[in-house]
């Protein structure tokens, strides 16, 4: 496992599509081990590929539930509800934005082992479900942000959604 470095806002590939995982290959099971690395050793509770520089369709989240997500061509098929709270993503240091997003959130996805398999997330697990799916469409948070972007210290950005 390695840690990869993070791209950040400005680098034009956060703005690009990601492409459907058709099959795991230890190519992409590494990835997603070193995105899981890489996500931990930044504080973050999700990461797209594409912020590590791949273009495909995966996304790791741990939102400390005692759970590792891995979503592997993710399909939002259902949200209910709002929740307006502070996001930040690791891919824009340093920056913290208000963001209106589901409380609830349904999905399908693949896991590593490319078993499809169903996902319900209310909150937080909500909350990051779709801001990592924005990342995979080249979506950021700070295009839904409302008002304008804070900046804010490491230490107040452990309490908020940081991908």
Do not use: W
Request: charge should be negative; charged fraction near 30%; aromatic fraction near 4%.
């Amino acid at each position: 496992m390695a840690i990869r470095k993070i791209r950040t806002i400005g680098d034009e590939i956060l703005r690009k599509q990601c492409k459907p995982v058709k099959e795991i290959t230890p190519r992409i099971t590494e990835l997603v081990e070193d995105m899981f690395e890489t996500m931990y050793d930044s504080n973050g509770v999700g990461l797209a590929a594409s912020q590590v520089g791949v273009l495909k369709q995966i996304v790791v989240i741990d939102v400390e539930d005692g759970n590792q997500y891995v979503l592997i061509n993710p399909e939002i098929l259902e949200t209910r509800g709002s929740q307006t709270g502070p996001e930040g993503c690791l891919s824009v240091p340093g920056k913290s934005g208000t963001v209106t997003r589901p409380e609830y959130v349904r999905i399908k996805a693949y896991d590593a082992s490319m078993e499809p398999y169903e996902l319900e997330g209310e909150g937080l697990l909500a909350r990051a479900i779709c801001h990592e799916c924005d990342h995979l469409n080249g979506d950021l948070y700070v295009d839904k942000v409302e008002g304008e972007l804070e900046d804010v210290t490491p230490d107040e950005e452990e309490g908020e959604v940081e991908d």
